[in-house]
């Protein structure tokens, strides 16, 4: 079981180049398009990733008073995250028997996302937020991916960059990791026979 953001994609550090180009603080975006009202209902389904997204251009408007909020949502949507590929090819070291599941807080794009970045393949199952309306770090988006995997807890590992979702498996049994960089994942995966062979 393992996260896709954070983990497998990674993002810009800022959106202070589309914020510059629009006259807005740096911040100000991610600030709108995180906050708990806007995202928690977009990633448990209440909503949908379009919907959000329309939202957020609304506040953007509201708040700072700009025309063209429609127009810098869409420019921030297009971009994508960049795929960790250290990351994608120590999953294909995995032992054929080991099967990946997705498990992510996420909006309705994640599909269309997947199918961009070209990794759906990887996965034997997705466990997306906004499908089964339950959010990571509540137990349930677990139990559905174990559910997917038909294992008991101690059957199960997990891999997750925060510490709050790592705690929550951990909490019903699964063994869990907290990513911080390819190595020490590596040495988790081989640690917990993940591994087809050992890191050389």
């Not at 049994?173 to 993940?194: K, P, Q, T």
Request: negative net charge.
């Amino acid at each position: 079981m393992i996260d896709l953001d954070g983990v497998i994609r990674h993002w810009r550090q800022s959106d202070a180049h589309i914020e510059i180009a629009y006259g807005l603080p740096e911040g100000a975006i991610r600030d709108a398009a995180f906050s708990p009202e806007l995202l928690l209902p977009a990633i448990t389904g209440l909503v949908s990733d379009q919907a959000w997204r329309a939202l957020i251009a609304r506040r953007l408007a509201t708040v700072y008073e700009i025309t063209d909020a429609d127009r810098l949502v869409e420019t921030w949507s297009l971009q994508a995250g960049e795929i960790d590929q250290e990351v994608i090819a120590l999953l294909r070291r995995c032992s054929p028997d080991i099967r990946i599941v997705l498990v992510t807080n996420a909006t309705s794009r994640l599909p269309q996302d997947l199918a961009n970045l070209e990794i759906g393949e990887l996965f034997f199952s997705i466990v997306n937020s906004s499908e089964i309306k339950i959010a990571k770090p509540a137990r349930g988006i677990f139990e559905a991916a174990l559910l997917r995997l038909n294992v008991s807890p101690d059957e199960a590992i997990f891999v997750d960059d925060s510490t709050l979702n790592v705690d929550a498996a951990s909490s019903l049994g699964i063994r869990s990791h907290r990513y911080i960089n390819v190595s020490s994942m590596a040495d988790f995966l081989e640690r917990s026979g993940a591994l087809l062979e050992a890191q050389l």
